[in-house]
């Protein structure tokens, strides 16, 4: 069995059926954020990569959810920019327009590719991003998560080598290592009583 990544997760009072529908806010980047140009993905993309992987593992989970797409549809109807939104206005929009019970918003930080190949690397990869989830109509912050990882060779710490995809016998993509730590994240939310 691997251990968990380093994912950190804070839980509040969970609002009685707020898991029941969540809308996913486009993730945004931040502006210094650096990526690696050797892959051409750059800071939105990447953004875009992580909001793909937390929707993609939420529903794996069970858990219904709103696309991204159609949340950046709606404030685009309205006027608005989808980066520039705050919890209170986004839950308004996604409840009255989806009946979501609730919002998911993130951010991602930090997206570097490894230096290398699978099995021989310079550098292992690096992302760092957090999300939060607030109650909608009202947001209300319910639950965080933030996950920060680079990936470190297997001759630094033979045991936390072990905790990635592949047993740490190879150096992971950005992708691979955001991906495993989305399912992490997404596996730590609380569940609907």
């Given at each position: 069995?691997?251990?968990?990544?380093?994912?950190?997760?804070?839980?509040?009072?969970?609002?009685?059926?707020?898991?029941?529908?969540i809308?996913?806010?486009?993730?945004?980047?931040?502006?210094?954020?650096?990526?690696?140009?050797?892959?051409?993905?750059?800071?939105?993309?990447?953004?875009?990569?992580?909001?793909?992987?937390?929707?993609?593992?939420?529903?794996?989970?069970?858990?219904?959810?709103?696309?991204?797409?159609?949340?950046?549809?709606?404030?685009?109807?309205?006027?608005?920019?989808?980066?520039?939104?705050?919890?209170?206005?986004?839950?308004?929009?996604?409840?009255?327009?989806?009946?979501?019970?609730?919002?998911?918003?993130?951010?991602?930080?930090?997206?570097?590719?490894?230096?290398?190949?699978?099995?021989?690397?310079?550098?292992?990869?690096?992302?760092?991003?957090?999300?939060?989830?607030?109650?909608?109509?009202?947001?209300?912050?319910?639950?965080?998560?933030?996950?920060?990882?680079?990936?470190?060779?297997?001759?630094?710490?033979?045991?936390?080598?072990?905790?990635?995809p592949?047993?740490?016998?190879?150096?992971?993509?950005?992708?691979?290592?955001?991906?495993?730590?989305?399912?992490?994240?997404?596996g730590a939310?609380?569940?609907?009583?």
């Amino acid at each position: 069995m691997r251990p968990a990544p380093v994912v950190k997760n804070q839980t509040m009072r969970v609002p009685e059926g707020a898991m029941k529908l969540i809308a996913v806010i486009p993730f945004t980047h931040r502006d210094t954020m650096r990526t690696a140009t050797v892959t051409g993905v750059t800071a939105e993309m990447a953004a875009e990569l992580v909001t793909r992987f937390i929707t993609d593992a939420m529903t794996k989970r069970g858990i219904r959810v709103i696309p991204a797409s159609d949340l950046v549809t709606a404030f685009t109807a309205q006027g608005l920019k989808p980066f520039d939104i705050n919890p209170r206005t986004a839950a308004e929009i996604a409840t009255s327009k989806f009946g979501a019970t609730a919002i998911m918003m993130g951010r991602v930080s930090r997206y570097r590719e490894r230096a290398g190949e699978s099995f021989g690397s310079t550098s292992g990869a690096s992302v760092a991003f957090d999300f939060t989830i607030y109650s909608a109509p009202v947001a209300r912050r319910f639950h965080s998560a933030q996950f920060d990882e680079t990936q470190r060779p297997l001759s630094e710490h033979i045991i936390n080598a072990r905790r990635y995809p592949g047993g740490g016998t190879r150096w992971l993509t950005a992708a691979e290592l955001a991906q495993w730590g989305a399912e992490f994240a997404v596996g730590a939310l609380p569940t609907q009583r």
